[in-house]
């Protein structure tokens, strides 16, 4: 099975406060996007279909996607949202996997404090991920790294995924300290990567897959292709280049790989770990 590890979809609203992310200077993404915009892509590229992961931190999004994985067999998982730090996260999540294609949770922690990672009631509803059998997708950007690798020692039982490599400096051509803490990380054997989100880290308008070169070398070293997944973040990616501009910089860069661990990086490792 071939998955495209991450991506998105969303009824764009400009007067919805949710998406005052997309900036005007965002055009590329000021739309709506659905399957039928992915699915030409993903045959293109030779994927089954993808892991469809939240944007918005509401109940509302959850009902969006999972009725986008009823309605569409290239939406193989989803990775959703609840509150983690709710009293009933328990019970939202107990309703949630009735949902046979409802695989994670994500919280948007890059927007946050760290520290909210070590706050027990963040790490509480991190304990209610596992006997569920849910992995969860840690979202931070490269300071907040300290703080991710201490949750992650604190559960080794759960599963977790790094998403876009913890966003990197790339722009600023700079590695330390996060190549440090992203092996300090990989050191952890519960914790995945995703080749996910490296172009947008980069500068959008003149990025060259040799900038992105060294940030794929510390995770190929630390992680290897069995811990490592590839995902598109389309459509965020476009503020960058194409889906084929993001698929040809891992696929370029793995040319050299056998064929059993190009098949991890691209399906194997994410059907795993998410069960799909």
Same mark, same amino acid.
């Given at each position: 099975?071939?998955?495209?590890?991450?991506?998105?979809?969303?009824?764009?609203?400009?007067?919805?406060?949710?998406?005052?992310?997309?900036?005007?200077?965002?055009?590329?993404?000021?739309?709506?996007?659905?399957?039928?915009?992915?699915?030409? !892509? $993903?045959? *293109?590229?030779?994927?089954?279909?993808? +892991?469809?992961?939240? @944007?918005?931190?509401? =109940?509302? /999004?959850?009902?969006?996607?999972?009725?986008?994985?009823?309605?569409?067999?290239?939406?193989?998982?989803?990775?959703?949202?609840?509150?983690?730090?709710?009293?009933?996260?328990?019970?939202?999540?107990? !309703? $949630?996997? *009735?949902?046979?294609?409802?695989?994670? +949770?994500?919280?948007? @922690?890059?927007?946050? =404090?760290? /520290?909210?990672?070590?706050?027990?009631?963040?790490?509480?509803?991190?304990?209610?991920?596992?006997?569920?059998?849910?992995?969860?997708?840690?979202?931070?950007?490269?300071?907040?790294?300290?703080?991710?690798?201490?949750?992650?020692?604190?559960?080794?039982?759960?599963?977790?995924?790094?998403?876009?490599?913890?966003?990197?400096?790339?722009?600023?051509?700079?590695?330390?300290?996060?190549?440090?803490?992203?092996?300090?990380?990989?050191?952890?054997?519960?914790?995945?990567?995703?080749?996910?989100?490296?172009?947008?880290?980069?500068?959008?308008?003149?990025?060259?897959?040799?900038?992105?070169?060294?940030?794929?070398?510390?995770?190929?070293?630390?992680?290897?292709?069995?811990?490592?997944?590839?995902?598109?973040?389309?459509?965020?990616?476009?503020?960058?280049?194409?889906?084929?501009?993001?698929?040809?910089?891992?696929?370029?860069?793995?040319?050299?790989?056998?064929?059993?661990?190009?098949?991890?990086?691209?399906?194997?490792?994410?059907?795993?770990?998410?069960?799909?």
């Amino acid at each position: 099975m071939r998955v495209d590890a991450h991506q998105h979809f969303w009824r764009y609203d400009a007067s919805d406060a949710s998406f005052d992310w997309i900036t005007v200077e965002m055009d590329a993404i000021r739309r709506s996007f659905t399957p039928a915009d992915l699915e030409p !892509e $993903l045959a *293109l590229h030779g994927f089954d279909g993808a +892991v469809l992961v939240q @944007v918005a931190e509401a =109940p509302e /999004e959850n009902r969006f996607l999972l009725e986008l994985a009823r309605a569409h067999s290239t939406v193989l998982g989803v990775v959703g949202w609840v509150d983690l730090c709710a009293e009933d996260v328990g019970e939202k999540l107990d !309703e $949630l996997v *009735l949902e046979p294609k409802f695989k994670g +949770v994500r919280r948007i @922690v890059q927007a946050e =404090p760290a /520290e909210i990672m070590l706050d027990p009631a963040f790490q509480r509803g991190i304990a209610a991920l596992g006997p569920r059998g849910l992995g969860y997708d840690i979202l931070i950007y490269w300071p907040q790294l300290p703080e991710a690798i201490e949750l992650v020692r604190r559960f080794p039982e759960q599963r977790f995924v790094v998403d876009h490599v913890a966003k990197p400096p790339i722009e600023k051509a700079e590695t330390e300290p996060w190549a440090t803490n992203m092996r300090e990380l990989s050191r952890q054997p519960n914790v995945w990567c995703k080749l996910s989100g490296l172009v947008t880290e980069a500068d959008v308008r003149a990025w060259k897959p040799d900038h992105l070169k060294p940030y794929l070398d510390v995770v190929f070293e630390a992680f290897s292709p069995s811990r490592l997944m590839f995902g598109s973040d389309w459509p965020v990616c476009l503020l960058a280049g194409s889906y084929a501009d993001v698929y040809r910089v891992v696929d370029d860069y793995t040319a050299g790989l056998g064929e059993g661990e190009r098949s991890q990086l691209f399906g194997g490792t994410a059907a795993e770990f998410y069960r799909l």
